[in-house]
């Protein structure tokens, strides 16, 4: 662990010696003055700065996007390479620089607050050594730039890239010809969109190879992570097993609830399913609260999705927000309420749908699920679901 920050910490030093060096060496070639030099180096060095404060801030929050902070390397090579590309801009009309590919793929590997950090510090320094440039270039890059940050921050495991990748360059685009119109001292022709449109398709393939690094590093990694964990034959789970027989068949009951209800309410199902699978794993530590559930699981690669899901759910404190712990709530009361009915009458008829309906009516009741997310037109669902396990639950008797 040691030596891993000590990686970190000598990447963060790295970065900001390579962006004063590099900027500094541009400013000189396009024969900046020294006044010049002297702003640019400054301005991008504090501007780098307050990048990796947003890394260290994010760190110590644990704020990272997927694991980020584990791969700091990624996000390190991807700033060096469009640092590079940032002294080179410059040379290229002004409507044709494809900063929305720069702060959407430097947020990527890391979070929203450092992508916009990174994205705008490469774009300032663009500006300062672009001749004739005026602020109101820096302005539309970075809006153009939020907008991809925005709208790719909410990639999950399901990878739907479709509409943000739409909407982002679009906006990229209107502000471009936007940018060439108004500045443009002649009469409205074809000729003042070329530009912003070569620029859109530079900037689409730039992010289409950085959305495939980013699947085959990041997505398809978490996908085999979830297909590890969410086998009933997971060290973990056979260690539960060993520790437990009935907190294991629980957890095995709960978790098959958790994915028939997140798949046919299209939520991430595999991170619903492992929160069935490790909501009782705190046991192994002793009680089967979050703090001992984090220490068992900090030893595998969870997911941070799956990791949100059990702190919402088993620390008393935390208000119950995403759907998927929702669906875990319900799951697991429906589970133990039938098991503890069983557990006093193996040969017991019960009425599933009045029973279903007394533990919604009872946990809406309670107030938990006041600043979640879930809808009434999911919930009614989810009853349904619920009530569709009837022959499953003969498997609790």
Known sequence: ?????????????????????????????????????????????????????AMEESRIKNSFLFDNDQNLWRFTILYFLFLLGSVAFPLLPAGGWP??????????????????????????ISVLLSEGSTPDLFLLYFVGGMAGVLLFSAIDESFKVGLPLF???????????????????????????????????????LLLILLKFFSFSIIYRTRDTYMDINDPECPLLVELK???????????????????????????????????????????????????????????????????????????????????????????????????????????SLDYDNLIETVFEKQISSGILNHSEISISDMEEMKKILVEEKLYYDFLR
């Open 167 to 205: 909407c982002s360059l679009l906006t990229q685009t209107v502000c471009l010809c936007l940018h060439d119109i108004l500045m443009a001292n002649e009469t409205l022709n074809p000729d003042m969109i070329t530009i912003p449109v070569i620029n859109t398709l530079v900037t689409l393939i």
């Open 242 to 348: 060993e520790v437990s027989k009935d907190e294991y068949f629980h957890a095995i009951h709960t978790a098959y609830l958790c994915d028939r209800i997140a798949k046919r309410l299209k939520l991430n199902d595999a991170a619903a399913k492992a929160g069935g699978y490790y909501q009782k794993i705190g046991v192994l530590k002793g009680e089967g609260n979050f703090e001992n559930a984090q220490l068992v699981l900090s030893e595998y690669r969870i997911p941070d999705k799956v990791m949100e899901i059990l702190k919402e759910y088993l620390k008393e404190d935390e208000d119950i927000v995403q759907k998927e712990t929702v669906v875990l709530l319900f799951a697991d009361t429906i589970i133990s309420s039938i098991s503890y009915l069983f557990s006093k009458n193996p040969h017991v």
């Open 99 to 124: 900063y929305l590919a720069v702060f959407t793929g430097l947020m990527l590997f890391s979070n929203c607050l450092i992508g916009m950090c990174g994205g705008s510090t490469l774009l300032m």
């Open 1 to 53: 662990m040691a030596n891993s920050k000590f990686i970190d910490r000598l990447q963060e030093v790295c970065i900001l010696i390579l962006t004063a060096l590099v900027s500094a060496g541009a400013a000189y070639v396009y024969h900046s003055t020294q006044y010049d030099i002297l702003k640019v180096v400054l301005l991008s060095v504090i501007s780098a700065g307050c990048m990796i404060f």
